[in-house]
């Protein structure tokens, strides 16, 4: 009966638009949730550089690499404030990086598609960031306090790599020669339904949807993001001249959205079995670049140490 009145009394505070905070009450099934959305959304983040970071030595000017660089960087940053974010929910980020690592944490499929040209990295910045955007706007009125201010300051820089990424496909699809546009066709055709696979199953095929959305951890469901996603760039698409590789695309007068085909869930599924183009590879790459770091890791806390014992020294 209390554990009743505790639930009841979460609800109505989540009902009022109030943020929960580490200290509060929360159901089980709640943080449980939470720590597993923020850090597959931090895993996500991690391993989202690597596809980029692979065109940092080969992209086509330095303004580009510089532009690049930044972006990968900011990708690092994200990850940190996410992990913060989940360590406040009671879990060690040493746990989190050792579930990802060894293949038990989930990160987002997208990540494991290649790069082969230039024009994936615009592809990328447009249509993978585009979608995060889509989301993560949302997930700044999210009701856990620390995941909606991390989602604040992360937005604003989604939305800069979005800019960027775009900037590239209007070079090569709208003002490129015909080998460019050529180039960036390709790549567009890649990423698109990787891109709309994003957002998750449908909202049938999904359970914990309705629980999410009742605890305003989600504010919209994975349909109705998905769905906001495709209406917001199939114009964009129209404008630098790409074609939408879907036949079953067109306009729905009724509905005032944009009716689209059937998105390939075996192939979704696939993928976040491990059995993706590239699941390995990256798998390899975290666990090689964690074990080169390990020095780094072993220094900076051997230096945290001394500082605190030269604080204690400084306070007897």
Known sequence: MENQNLLEKFQRYVDAENKIEAKDWMPDGYRKTLIRQMAQHAHS??????????????APSLRRKAILISKVQDEAGHGLYLYSACETLGVDRSTLI?????????????????????????????LVDGAAIVNQVSLQRTSYGPYSRAMVRICKEES?????????????????????????QEAFNRWW???????????????????????KIKR?????????????????????????????LKWNEETGHYAFGEIDWTEFNEVVKGNGPCNKQRL???NAA???????????????????????????
């Open 98 to 126: 050792d579930e990802l690592l060894c293949g038990k944490a989930k990160y987002s499929s997208i990540f494991n598609y290649p790069t082969l040209s230039w024009a994936d990295i615009g592809a990328i910045g447009w």
């Open 220 to 248: 919209h469901s994975n349909d109705e993001l998905r769905q906001k996603f495709v209406d917001m760039t199939v114009p964009q698409a129209e404008y630098v001249g790409l074609t939408i590789p879907d036949k079953d």
């Open 284 to 286: 390899q790459t975290r």
């Open 160 to 184: 800069f790599h979005q800019r960027q990424g775009y900037e590239i496909m209007i070079a090569l699809a709208k003002n490129g020669n015909a080998a460019q546009k050529k180039m960036a």
């Open 45 to 58: 983040e991690v391993v989202g550089m690597l596809p980029e970071g692979n065109w940092i030595s080969r």
């Open 290 to 316: 964690h074990e080169k770091g390990t020095w780094v890791r072993e220094a900076a806390m051997a230096y945290a140490q001394k500082q605190s014992e030269r604080q204690k020294v400084s306070a007897a």
């Open 193 to 215: 339904w990787p891109a709309l696979m994003m957002f998750g199953p449908s909202d049938a095929n999904s359970p914990n949807s309705a629980q999410n959305m009742a605890w």
